[in-house]
């Protein structure tokens, strides 16, 4: 703490070059650390830190101290004039009295610990401590705003200590070195010094000894800012400075704080001011404009954090409380708060205004009922509310008249608003983005509060200015990040959670750091034979362009597995497709074919992660042993195939790389962590699927996208298979339809006798018409649905025709096409089969 050379005497001292102070003060700077007592106190009013240099300066231990009244344990007698003395008579408790009001100090220590003031205050006030023993000290108080409890920071000093120590030239430290000092951690009460004052470069050079955090530089910098405004500084942080003003025992002129105090009446009221203040006017000018400016500075660096829309609303409204107003709420354009697009037009009174957020000062829960979040509301014409959002200005109301704040509560139905906002002064400002008004903040004012001003308007403006700059960065950000979900899921199938012979459950994870859309799909195809094509696939990359790919990818395999093609084939064919969309993306694929009636898996890889299978009989998982491939898109590299037994029950598990493998991790480990949480027994399909993601999905680190599928292999007996061999005899076509009415009898579906018998004759004739050599087959398979399959040697598909009222063929299709649930028809390695499918009946 530095003092400069005061040569004005204090009221009520001779002046002159003759006259004697009643205390001596030093001629020169004097530096050093000075022991501090810090108290923090909580939103009770209680104490909860009492460091050591309390209990040394007023004599009571921690213990005795924590969770007591801080206003009992600092009890304040009086405050010092500006000397620090009495009045010269030795009867000092008069004098405190005496100078009180006319010192001019401000709010005392009291109002701080009773939190009365929300703002920065310092002074000098005499302290009864040690039952009657008195101390003389410098004090400072500054609000804590935050979640937290503590809710006052509480720094003091003792000022006769200053003064015995000025003979020495620097105030001395605890011998031990523990008391609290002017630098404590990050917390710096600064330094008053004269406009006069001619040792700024010496003290520049010394403050680095003081302030060890500080280089030269930053030195003569806060020293030139000291000389010229004339008032300390508390710094909390390198870029967070707090100036206050507190008269804490260097003598200034009472003469000269009236002058300023004019000079302050006058700017306020919009006066001309007096030849003899303008400098002073422009003192004030000059500090308030500057602490604007550091504050839309901090205001610019607290908002913007992130682009998640909803954190960034709630940034905007803490940003402004309490600093500069007691209540913020902010509405936004509904177009605004769903993440659409750009909102068109000027708003009119049928746009509703959503209440996004809402900070105040006020005791906690009082605005809740009357105004919650969340609300949407349209305004009227003749609030200033639509004022403020169709001129896109802001609107300042000194204070709310009684009739104003009627008008205004009667847009809330039958909350009575009025209590909150009656008297209060308050400022609308647009948040606007390209010349559109996205929305609005309301800033109100308690008022003891000084009232909003034009400087106020100004300062609203530029805040909401960059308020809606960020507003908008993360609305488009919402927009597109909507856009992309959307686009991904148009590109995922639904996959029905029962096939023939199988259950099964799918997840989908998008990207955690490189965006929601990516190259990774999963999906299952109906094959003939009440066989299922299962598929996993992962497009290198991310963006549009991958998900672009990723589409055009499931699209081939889809046709591709429409056509039966083996596992290997299929794979071959969808490398050449790749190869001619280009050389910019590289696939992986896992292509399986799960015969439910023969029991086996029929797979092949293309540079895929092996499958898992879990054996139903012991729960044992293991990673299916294939040949790897190379990936898709690479050109010129045979595919092999595989075929593995599998049980009823057994399940098969298939993912992308993104859930097993982590940046700086071996892939072993996630494929080892895979085998046991797909092990582990579930209730459903679903839930084990929720396993698995929680093993894997939630590790540090992953960032890719991620598909999972897993099926249950549940099978279909022989005894829910019926298989017939017929010739190649017109007469066969009635032994088919005998054969289906007796088996589905059998099988106890009775209804679906005629219309399968039908059916069925209409396929046996065509392949008995159409066969070359081999017998015609005919299957009957009870799974969900009752399927009919029918073979032949013969290579053309048929086709569904009109047939006209002279035409003697081309009905039978149409007769399949209008009775069966489903059918088709596909090439065989032999020939062709025709099925179709009959809804089950209801039992």
């Not at 009867?91 to 220590?109: C, I, Q, R, V």
């Not at 009864?128 to 003091?156: M, Q, S």
């Not at 002017?182 to 040792?199: K, N, W």
């Not at 279909?716 to 007469?731: F, K, M, N, S, Y």
Request: aromatic share 4%.
């Amino acid at each position: 703490m530095d003092h400069g050379t005061e040569r004005d005497a204090p009221p009520g001292h001779p002046a002159g070059p003759d006259a004697v102070p009643a205390d001596p003060v030093p001629v020169g700077p004097v530096a050093g650390r000075v022991p501090l007592a810090v108290v923090v106190v909580d939103r009770d009013g209680l104490v909860s830190h009492w460091s050591r240099g309390a209990r040394r300066l007023f004599a009571l231990p921690k213990e005795e101290a924590i969770g007591r009244p801080a206003a009992d344990l600092l009890p304040v007698s009086g405050v010092l004039p500006e000397d620090g003395t009495g009045n010269g008579t030795g009867d000092e408790d008069t004098a405190y009295g005496s100078y009180a009001a006319h010192d001019g100090l401000g709010p005392g220590l009291e109002s701080s610990l009773d939190g009365r003031l929300s703002y920065p205050a310092a002074g000098r006030a005499r302290l009864t401590v040690r039952a009657d023993d008195r101390i003389d000290v410098l004090w400072w108080a500054y609000p804590l705003v935050g979640p937290g409890r503590e809710r006052l920071l509480v720094l003091a000093a003792d000022a006769d200590g200053l003064r015995r120590d000025h003979a020495d030239g620097l105030p001395r430290d605890d011998a031990d070195g523990s008391a609290g000092a002017a630098v404590v951690e990050r917390i710096a009460p600064g330094f008053a010094l004269h406009t006069d004052f001619p040792g700024a470069g010496e003290l520049a050079r010394r403050l680095p000894e003081i302030l060890p955090s500080t280089s030269v530089g930053e030195s003569a910098r806060i020293v030139a800012q000291v000389l010229e405004l004339g008032y300390p500084v508390l710094e909390f942080s390198r870029h967070d400075r707090v100036p206050v003003t507190p008269d804490w025992g260097v003598p200034r002129r009472v003469e000269r704080r009236a002058r300023r105090e004019r000079a302050a009446r006058a700017l306020a009221a919009g006066e001309p001011v007096p030849d003899e203040l303008r400098d002073e006017a422009e003192d004030l000018e000059y500090a308030a404009v500057r602490e604007r400016l550091e504050f839309l500075n901090e205001v610019s660096g607290a908002i913007g954090t992130s682009l998640d829309l909803s954190r960034t609303i709630v940034e905007v409204s803490r940003a402004v409380v309490p600093r500069f107003t007691d209540v913020a709420g902010t509405y936004l354009r509904e177009q605004v708060v769903a993440g659409e697009g750009f909102p068109d037009g000027v708003p009119d009174t049928t746009t509703m205004w959503h209440r996004v957020a809402l900070e105040h000062t006020d005791e906690p829960g009082r605005w809740d009922d009357v105004v919650p979040v969340g609300e949407a509301m349209p305004f009227p014409a003749h609030t200033p509310f639509f004022q403020c959002m169709t001129s896109g200005e802001p609107v300042l109301v000194p204070r709310i008249t009684e009739e104003m704040g009627h008008a205004i509560a009667s847009q809330f139905e039958k909350r009575d608003i009025r209590p909150l906002i009656t008297g209060r002064s308050m400022l609308l400002v647009p948040l606007k983005a390209r010349q559109v008004v996205l929305g609005f903040m309301i800033l109100l004012r308690h008022p003891e509060r000084p009232v909003f001003n034009d400087m106020d308007r100004v300062t609203g403006a530029e805040l909401a200015a960059r308020a809606g700059l960020v507003l908008d960065n993360a609305r488009m950000y919402t927009h597109q990040e909507n856009v992309a979900e959307t686009l991904q899921d148009s590109m995922l199938p639904h996959i029905p959670a029962r096939m023939a012979g199988c259950d099964i459950a799918t997840r989908y994870l998008p990207g955690t750091l490189l965006g929601r859309v990516g190259g990774d799909w999963f999906d299952a195809v109906k094959l003939p034979g009440a066989r299922t094509a299962l598929v996993v696939g992962d497009v290198m990359g991310h963006g549009l362009g991958s998900a672009a790919m990723m589409g055009q990818l499931r699209t081939a395999v889809q046709t591709m597995a429409g056509l039966d093609l083996p596992p290997a084939q299929l794979l071959r064919n969808l490398d050449d497709l790749a190869q001619r969309l280009g050389d910019t993306h590289l696939a992986t694929c896992l292509y399986a074919v799960y015969d439910p009636i023969a029991g086996e898996l029929h797979l092949a890889n293309a540079g895929h992660i092996p499958p898992v299978l879990v054996r139903a009989e012991d729960g044992a998982s293991e990673l299916i042993d294939l040949p790897t491939g190379a990936p898709i898109g690479v050109g010129g590299v045979p595919f092999e195939a595989v075929r593995v037994p599998v049980a009823p029950g057994d399940r098969l598990v298939m993912c992308t790389d993104g859930l097993v493998e982590v940046r700086g991790e071996d892939i072993g480990v996630g494929l080892a962590t895979l085998c046991e949480s797909a092990a582990h027994p579930a209730a459903s399909m679903d839930d084990a699927c929720d396993t698995i993601i929680r093993a894997l999905g939630t590790r540090g680190g992953r960032k890719d996208d991620v598909a999972l599928l897993m099926a249950r292999l549940t099978g279909i007996g022989p005894d829910a298979v019926a298989e017939w061999r017929l010739a190649r005899d017109p007469a066969e076509v009635g032994r088919a339809r005998a054969a289906v009415r007796e088996q589905l009898h059998d099988w106890g579906l009775p209804k679906l006798a005629d219309p399968a018998a039908l059916l069925v004759s209409e396929l046996v004739t065509n392949a008995v018409r159409h066969s070359r050599a081999r017998p015609v087959a005919l299957r009957l398979v009870r799974a969900d649905t009752l399927l009919c399959e029918v073979d032949d040697d013969d290579h053309d598909l048929p086709n569904l025709k009109s047939a006209g009222p002279e035409d003697e063929t081309g009905r039978g299709l149409r007769v399949v096409s209008t009775l069966a649930r489903e059918w088709g028809a596909s090439r065989t390695s032999t020939g062709k089969t025709v099925w179709f499918e009959l809804t089950l009946p209801r039992r």
